[in-house]
């Protein structure tokens, strides 16, 4: 039974065109994560949620923006599509001591056109 | 924020051979993971270290943490072709959430 849901699997959009991926999970945990990876490269934290606690890394262009409405969902919108934006983007949650093992979804990969 | 140093980056080996990768932090960790990534698929927990100098086994894989928790093995025993795919090892730094390290890609020659 999947626990960390993602949609679309595949998403094609257009240059400049906003996109929204949603994640969606059945754990019930506090902490959700989103990551883009690129090919052959590890992934990258974007940011995250401590419940409802928005918490950006540093370098996160300001083009990616997220939204947790509540526990289960979590929304990554990209607001203006570039071609370097073309990843695999990954939702991940973990348990609320932050030390536990983090569950992946299965991803989103997007393309740029 | 909390990173750690992964080696080789690449690794291919004959079915049957071994093969290990290897975490590194020029600070002492909390913990580490180990994580493995499936061409096409998303990352997959293995196993979470904690104490120093701990050692834990799956089967053929072992998973050590240094003595000084600085460093960090996985260690496949006679790879077979299910073991392809990339290892990462992550880690959190008290606030800091889950960063990987740049991962060892498996390649096994049958």
């Known amino acids: 039974d999947a626990m960390v849901i993602q949609n679309p699997r595949y998403q094609v959009t257009q240059f400049g065109k906003p996109v929204t991926l949603s994640c969606s999970q059945t754990?019930?945990?506090?902490?959700m994560y989103w990551y883009q990876q690129k090919s052959s490269q590890a992934p990258k934290l974007l940011f995250h949620?401590?419940?409802?606690?928005?918490?950006n890394e540093a370098d996160t262009p300001d083009n990616f923006q997220s939204r947790r409405p509540n526990t289960s969902f979590c929304f990554l919108d990209i607001r203006s599509p570039g071609l370097g934006d073309a990843a695999m983007y990954l939702c991940a949650t973990s348990s609320l001591s932050g030390n536990t093992e983090a569950f992946f979804g299965q991803g989103t990969r997007l393309t740029v056109v | 924020g909390q990173q750690v140093m992964q080696i080789p980056q690449y690794q291919h080996v004959q079915e049957g051979e071994d093969f290990t990768t290897y975490c590194n932090s020029s600070t002492t960790l909390s913990n580490i993971q180990w994580y493995k990534q499936r061409p096409g698929g998303h990352p997959v927990f293995l196993i979470q270290?904690?104490?120093?100098?701990e050692v834990k086994k799956q089967k053929r894989l072992t998973f050590q943490f240094g003595e000084a928790k600085k460093n960090s093995s996985l260690h496949i025993t006679a790879t077979q072709t299910t073991d392809v795919g990339t290892y990462f090892c992550?880690?959190?730094?008290?606030?800091?959430?889950?960063?990987f390290g740049k991962g060892t890609r498996l390649s096994v020659i049958a």
């Open positions: 270290l904690v104490k120093s100098g």
């Open positions: 949620y401590y419940d409802k606690d928005f918490n």
């Open positions: 992550a880690v959190y730094s008290g606030n800091t959430p889950l960063v």
């Open positions: 754990l019930n945990h506090n902490v």
